[in-house]
């Protein structure tokens, strides 16, 4: 079946450092992909997203591009803030009424 | 900002109690969902609902059951609690059609003693 695979974490860095969390999904057809973020004691909140391949989602300084060929949806960042230290969970949905399928989160932590 | 809400957002209760979990969103959504995160993080699909008297078992089975009388109102009730039900407790919401972005509540942290 339909499937994210992301990379395991924790995922420790230095503030300004550059930040790449790798996804890749396996779907019959072709998905729209999202990038959710959970921050310490909230729900999940809508990232960046993307419906079609090639495009590029990008919010808040984060960027993931949809590549098809490579079946991948890597979350990237030039310079972290402390601020997104959080869990982020790669996620994909085949047709606009089929429930998301999350990968199982990678948790980022920035120090000062 | 979303406009979905989740009551109590912490319960400690004793083995045997019933509980419900109350969830509620003014965004008119008629597509909503409840999820089960595990203290790794991962994300499972319990139940969901395209609208008033719609349930869905989800991915995992649970020993929850759901109801959806109003659009608004998306409450899951635990009968019987156990410590294997010890979990936070994610609800959310989207449109149906478009279905572009689910909207997460806080959560409700589960604690059975």
């Known amino acids: 079946g339909d499937s994210v695979t992301q990379m395991e974490g924790p995922v420790t860095l230095s503030e300004e450092a550059f930040l790449t969390i790798n996804c890749t999904y396996t779907?019959?057809?072709?998905?729209?992909l999202f990038w959710y973020v959970q921050y310490p004691g909230e729900g999940l909140q809508l990232l960046l997203k993307?419906?079609?391949?090639?495009d590029k989602g990008s919010n808040k300084g984060f960027e993931a591009t949809y590549r098809k060929e490579t079946t991948s949806f890597h979350l990237e960042k030039g310079s972290v803030q402390v601020s997104d230290s959080a869990v982020y969970f790669c996620?994909?949905?085949?047709?606009?009424?089929?429930?998301?399928?999350f990968g199982k989160g990678t948790k980022l932590s920035v120090k000062p | 900002e979303a406009d979905i809400y989740q009551t109590p957002r912490y319960l400690v209760i004793g083995t045997g109690k019933k509980i419900t979990l109350e969830c509620s969103q003014t965004?008119?959504?008629?597509?909503m969902y409840w999820y089960q995160q595990d203290p790794g993080m991962e994300l499972h699909l319990i139940h969901y609902?395209?609208?008033?008297?719609?349930?869905e078992k989800g991915d995992l089975s649970s020993e929850s059951t759901v109801s959806r009388i109003r659009t608004e109102h998306f409450p899951l009730t635990l009968e019987s609690a156990r410590p294997s039900h010890t979990s936070q407790y994610l609800c959310?919401?989207?449109?149906?059609?478009?279905?572009?972005?689910?909207?997460f509540g806080p959560g409700t942290r589960l604690l059975v003693l």
């Open positions: 959310a919401s989207s449109e149906v059609h478009s279905g572009e972005t689910q909207y």
């Open positions: 779907a019959t057809g072709y998905p729209s």
């Open positions: 993307a419906t079609k391949a090639d």
């Open positions: 996620a994909l949905r085949m047709g606009s009424q089929g429930n998301l399928i």
């Open positions: 965004m008119g959504h008629d597509k």
């Open positions: 609902s395209y609208g008033v008297n719609s349930t």
